[in-house]
């Protein structure tokens, strides 16, 4: 059934607006009026949710994480107080700031009230709502725990938003750093050396040093043939995409960055998080084992890993153990492959699932920290010491221009 917008003016002649279900517009027209508003405006707001939702980039580009947890949090604590779905939806999708999804929470609550279920409303918008999302909706449609599945998908939303903003605020001095020092870099032997070469060529007399006629010729290059560099740059871009995209190539590289020293550790400890965090959170909410082994695989971006839960699932669906082929795989640390086993024996796995989350969400920020603090001081080293080699290849024929003109 379709719903309107409405804006009008009560009987105290006070601004009013909302929403109302109703065959047409007619028909809305008819029921606002029975409440004695005058309408001032309205329209069919789902015609306009429909029209916006069919655009694929708005729902990727405008929802946010934040707007997605506030939105879940709220819809819990509508359907805790007794409030019906239908109405819960309607609620949320007019307090939402976002308007995209608004209008998703407005065409889900159409759906809804037409007889269709939560999590398939939900899954239209795989964008929107991931496989986790969907999964624990069902489960707690089924179980009839909806209000507190939302509650835990808040939650688990919020810490791994919190987990992602503290790893990009640590990364951030370093990468602008970086950009600085690239900036800075070309700058000299765009700008500066070759107007030093321009003074060297005006004595015949002095003899360049094998380093100075490197820096210059480096200069040279990349001013005659940036084009050059451009092209070669964007062919090489192009090409490790291509085969990072490939399945075997994305395996590679996967298992590369996970033995990069200090980053690779990382890595598997961010990935270790969310697995962890994810499955606890999916077992939590009453979906199965099988099923939530399957979606927590896509979480941990990272093939290698991927292919060792994988091998733990088919270990459960042949009635074994889940640590014993995490365990084999050697990817996982020794302390997860202990508490998961410990869980299992003492059928707390979802508990100790999440003290191994929070962990390691402390270790990761911990490490993060330490190895940016180190970066910086490193970097600065590292461009001290390139601008102090430029700065000797180029001042020493200085000196000898000063020697000869004495």
């Avoid at 601004?15 to 027209?29: C, P, S, T």
């Avoid at 508003?37 to 309205?42: A, G, K, P, Q, S």
């Avoid at 329209?43 to 029209?51: I, P």
Wanted: charged fraction near 20%; include cysteine.
């Amino acid at each position: 059934m379709p719903i309107f917008e409405y804006r009008g003016l009560n009987k105290q002649g006070k601004n009013v607006k909302g929403l109302i279900d109703a065959e047409n517009i007619r028909v809305a027209r008819s029921k606002i009026k029975k409440d004695k508003i005058y309408i001032v405006d309205i329209k069919d707001k789902t015609k306009a949710a429909r029209k916006n939702t069919n655009k694929k980039s708005n729902l990727n580009k405008n929802v946010d994480v934040q707007d997605l947890s506030l939105m879940t949090r709220q819809l819990a604590v509508l359907i805790k107080a007794g409030v019906p779905l239908v109405d819960s939806l309607g609620a949320v999708s007019d307090q939402i700031e976002n308007p995209i999804l608004s209008n998703i929470m407005a065409e889900i609550k159409t759906t809804v009230n037409e007889g269709g279920s939560l999590n398939k409303a939900m899954a239209k918008y795989p964008k929107v709502f991931d496989k986790i999302f969907v999964s624990m909706c069902e489960a707690g449609e089924m179980s009839g725990t909806l209000d507190m599945i939302l509650l835990r998908l808040a939650e688990f939303t919020e810490a791994q938003n919190e987990l992602n903003a503290k790893i990009r605020s640590a990364m951030l001095y370093p990468v602008l750093m970086m950009i600085v020092s690239l900036l800075l870099l070309a700058g000299i032997f765009i700008f500066i050396i070759p107007k030093m070469v321009t003074i060297f060529d005006s004595s015949p007399d002095l003899t360049l040093e094998w380093y100075t006629l490197m820096i210059i010729d480096i200069s040279g290059f990349i001013v005659n043939y940036w084009w050059l560099i451009l092209i070669f740059s964007f062919i090489g871009s192009f090409t490790f995409k291509s085969w990072k995209n490939t399945k075997s190539g994305e395996r590679q590289w996967d298992l590369v960055r996970l033995k990069i020293p200090v980053i690779g550790k990382i890595i598997r400890m961010i990935a270790v998080s969310r697995f962890t965090r994810t499955l606890a959170t999916l077992l939590t909410g009453g979906v199965p084992m099988l099923n939530s082994m399957s979606i927590v695989r896509n979480v941990v971006a990272n093939e290698v890993l991927a292919e060792a839960i994988d091998n733990a699932r088919d270990n459960i669906s042949e009635g074994e153990s889940i640590a014993a082929p995490l365990k084999k795989s050697g990817e996982f640390p020794p302390l997860v492959i202990h508490m998961i086993s410990i869980g299992e024996k003492t059928g707390e796995l979802e508990n100790m699932l999440s003290q191994v989350s929070d962990a390691y969400d402390f270790q990761v920020k911990n490490s993060v920290e330490g190895m940016t603090s180190l970066l910086g001081p490193l970097m600065l080293l590292f461009m001290g010491g390139v601008i102090g080699v430029i700065v000797f290849a180029v001042m020493m024929p200085m000196f000898q221009l000063s020697s000869l003109g004495g």
